[in-house]
């Protein structure tokens, strides 16, 4: 597994609960430092350790914790790259959640050797679609809800995202209600300057 997967919760830990914290996940999770080195490859079961030492930890729940982090990833101000290669799927909610397919492809680009899970959408109607992703290390229907939401945000648009009913598959189901219900957060191609 790809050190930057892993160094996301660590990332995610210490900039929303603090060092002191992170501190305890890394010794929790058994880690062998507590800085997790990004270019660096993991056993495949790490992301899994880590994330359940910081549910622990951090007295919540595992999808509570992947749910945030879902979210952490597309909305927090150092995470802004993330948010970039995301917003480069579509100039709406709609092209985004319709451009999730090609995410792994675009993400290969810049980084060939990430190893992101295959990410598959189906639209079941209008303004209605299931997202699911094939990960083996661990469910990560929580993370894609975070994620979906923050933007769906981002993106000024009022969608319904939760657990996909078993009866759907398993994923997320996103529904549609207003693409444009607020204006939505500023987006250029060109890096902001500061």
Known sequence: ???????????????????????????RADLPTSDVEAMMRYADDV????VSAAASVLDKPVDGL????????????????????????????VE??????????????????????AIQVRAVGPGLYTVSCAWAAMD???????????????????????????SDGAGVRVTLLSSAFTPGRSFELRRARP
């Open 140 to 166: 990560l229907t929580a993370l894609l809800i975070g994620a979906l939401r923050a933007m769906a945000d981002d993106y000024g648009a009022l969608a319904m995202v939760d657990a996909a009913p078993a």
């Open 47 to 50: 992301f899994a350790r880590t």
């Open 1 to 27: 597994m790809h050190g930057l997967i892993v160094r996301s919760v660590q990332s995610f830990v210490t900039d929303v609960y603090g060092a002191a914290q992170w501190q305890r996940v890394a010794v």
């Open 96 to 117: 985004f959640i319709e451009s999730l397919d090609d995410l792994v492809g675009r993400a290969h680009l810049a980084m060939p050797d990430l190893g992101l899970p």
């Open 66 to 93: 992947l749910e945030d982090l879902g979210t952490y990833l597309v909305s927090h101000r150092s995470m802004g790259r993330i948010r970039r290669l995301l917003r480069f799927g579509g100039a709406d909610f």
